[in-house]
């Protein structure tokens, strides 16, 4: 088990469909972020928040869309996603977006019909 | 810009040491990371190095060398829940270091 809380494990989702993604830490941390990771690769950083603002979009497809409401919690909006976009999605959170290490979720299988 | 490179696969005896290297080529470096991730799992932080030299936690190992732009990770006494892969990464200076960017991870197969 992770300090850092993903839901849902598993989502199947058809094209047209809008559902989210969500991240939750009780670590204290103040930098939180999301990557997208293809099976047999690395994760790929897609957003950054640093204290409740996002600090880093790494050219994401406005189709994502990333939320911080309060510092524990993180969530990524999907809608009118593409089959390419099926993935695992990792959330991770840090003290700081600085030097210390971060801390992976268990992430969301996403599945485009 | 970075890069970072990591062997594909490597494979081992279970009770035997292993060494999983990387080499890297930063803009600006503000410390290694070692992640170990089984397939279909998060990635968990084993080490961080940021000076020269070894850094040890119990059964694993990492080292440094920043004039060579060179890590690597010593796993000892394997054991085969240690199968899985071993994800290299340093942190992007163009984005203040926020940005952690990872090489291509090396997957390790311990048999018996």
């Known amino acids: 088990d992770t300090e850092v809380t993903q839901t849902p494990k598993h989502l199947v989702m058809g094209m047209t469909n809008k559902k989210s993604l969500k991240c939750e830490q009780h670590m204290g941390h103040r930098a939180m972020y999301w990557y997208k990771q293809k099976a047999k690769k690395p994760p790929e950083l897609m957003f950054v928040?640093?204290?409740?603002?996002?600090?880093i979009n790494e050219s994401v497809p406005s189709r994502f869309s990333p939320e911080c409401p309060n510092s524990s919690l993180l969530n990524l909006h999907l809608h009118a996603l593409q089959p390419e976009d099926s993935a695992l999605y990792l959330c991770a959170s840090s003290q700081g977006a600085g030097n210390q290490p971060q801390h992976f979720g268990d992430g969301t299988r996403l599945s485009i019909l | 810009g970075q890069n970072i490179d990591q062997p594909t696969e490597m494979t081992a005896t279970e009770g035997a040491i292993v060494q999983i290297n990387c080499t890297y080529q930063?803009?600006?470096?503000?410390?290694l990371f070692w992640y170990q991730q089984h397939a279909g799992e998060a990635p968990t932080f084993l080490s961080y190095n940021v000076l020269d030299g070894l850094e040890e936690k119990g059964r694993f190992s990492s080292f440094l060398s920043r004039s060579k732009g060179y890590s690597y990770l010593l796993l000892k006494e394997l054991q085969m829940k240690d199968s899985a892969s071993y994800l290299c990464?340093?942190?992007?200076?163009?984005?203040?270091?926020?940005?952690?960017?990872f090489g291509t991870g090396t997957r390790l197969l311990v048999s018996p």
């Open positions: 930063t803009s600006g470096f503000n410390g």
């Open positions: 928040y640093s204290y409740e603002k996002l600090s």
């Open positions: 990464a340093v942190r992007d200076r163009d984005t203040g270091f926020q940005k952690l960017v």
